[in-house]
Structure formats: C-alpha cells, structure tokens
C-alpha cells in the first residue's frame, strides 16, 4: 500500500515477501522509495521498520551530497584546498564556477584572466573525478598545454590516474570525442581534458 512519508511528501511502497525472514531492505524507484519487508511483520512492526529505512537513506544522501561540491563558493573553496594540497598553493584562480553549456569539455580554462569552469556533468561523478579536473585546469594556470611538466604537477594529486581512466570510460561509453580544454593559444595541444 502506497504511503506518504511526512518529512518530504515522497512516495513509500511497502512489499511484503514470504521468502523474506528477517531482513528489511530499501531502495529508490525514481520518486518512489521501495522497502522490503518479511511478509510475517505485524502492521506496528512494517511502522517502525518504514521509519528506520527512510531515515538510513536520507543519511545515505547527505553523506553522499557531503563529499560533493554543490555550489560555486563550495567548488572556489575546493580549489584553494586542492592549490595549497598538491600545486604549493600557486594556483590561485580569479574564479572557479559551474557551467551548463559544456558538454565537450569537462573543465575549461583561461589563463588570461584565471577563470576555470567546470561542467555541471561531473556533479553526479565520484568526489575524486571532480578534484581532478579542478587540479588539471589549476595546473593549466601554472603551465598551458599538456606537456611533461603539465602532467608532473598534475600527477602529484593521487588519484590522477584513476580519475583520468573514469572518464575515459565515460567518453568510449558515451562515444565523445572532447575538445581543448585550455583557451589559451599558446597552448598548442590538441589533448582533451583528461
Ligand atoms: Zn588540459
């Protein structure tokens, strides 16, 4: 029976299972949250049990939107900590700011006057994906282009690696092919923003 839990109006579908014996399990189904429950739960017992899981999820949830940087002052700030962590604090952007009408570049930047943008498609990635495109256009504004003392700076952030084969996984899966990510002219690369 569909109810509707009171903090947030969202749709709670309860399922009972005679398979199930003792555990309880829950999950989102779009705007819905499903819980799972042993068919053998008395009405008092489904209560409690509905509670406990909604609670678990919204945890889930600010932890999960805890480790990201959701507004532009949270991503300026993420950047001076990343600066001071990896690139001996000389990476000092003018601003650091979400965009939306990036979809061939990850992260841009312009030397010229120390901007960095970042696209708003990275908000759903992994913390450490977001911090490494941050690295990768702050070190754009130590060195432009991707030659070898670009990737010396960037590859002092750990995660490098393991971010740059991420979204190289994203683009094969999406078939992207990335432009340049740094305005400069100088630049002369012709490696995306990986
Ligand atoms: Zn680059």
Known sequence: MPVMDGADRREVVVRRSARRRQTVSAYRDG????????ARFSATEEQRWVADML??????DSRRRRGRPGTDVD?????TRLSESYLEGRARPASVRWVTNQQRRWGSCTPRDSTIRLSG??????????????????????VPG???????????????????????GVEAAAGLALDEDCDDPVAGAVEAAR
């Open 31 to 38: 705007d819905r949250v499903v819980v799972l429950i042993p």
């Open 75 to 79: 991503l300026a700030a993420r950047a």
């Open 121 to 142: 498609r990275l908000r759903d990635m992994p913390p450490y994906v977001v911090d490494y495109v941050l690295v990768h256009e702050l070190a754009h504004l130590l």
């Open 146 to 168: 991707h030659g070898e003392q670009f990737w010396e700076w960037v590859r002092r952030y750990p995660s490098a690696e393991r971010a740059r084969g991420y979204l190289e």
């Open 55 to 60: 609670r678990r999820l919204e945890a889930q």
